[in-house]
């Protein structure tokens, strides 16, 4: 079993700037991958960035340039700083991590953009 434990997120003006972080614990493999998804009212949940265990990072197109992922060895500790931020980048945020074939979610944070 793992558990994600998030902290992070809240309301921010446009133009802004955020950290998402997400503390995993229990029974982690070396080879992994970490990651956020996120889930804005009446749309279905999309992913917004990941890091593998081996340091190899990825992103949605439409935080490129905006979003970074980072990872902390060897707490399995993954943030996500979040600048110039849009009122369309309103929604929960999930951290997630895939693990020995088996996926994992944690409790999700909200983060709201006002123009």
């Known amino acids: 079993q793992v558990q994600l434990v998030e902290s992070g997120g809240g309301l921010v003006q446009a133009g802004g700037s955020l950290r998402l972080s997400c503390a995993a614990s229990g029974s982690i493999f070396r080879i992994n991958v970490m990651g956020w998804y996120r889930q804005a009212p009446g749309k279905q949940r999309e992913l917004v960035a990941t890091v593998t265990s081996s340091g190899i990072r990825d992103y949605a197109d439409s935080v490129k340039g905006r979003f970074t992922i980072s990872r902390e060895w060897p707490r399995n500790t993954v943030h996500l700083q979040m600048n110039s931020l849009k009122p369309e980048d309103t929604a929960v945020y999930y951290c997630?991590?895939?693990?020995?074939?088996?996926?994992?979610w944690g409790q999700g944070t909200q983060v709201t953009v006002s123009s």
């Open positions: 997630h991590m895939s693990n020995n074939g088996l996926g994992y």
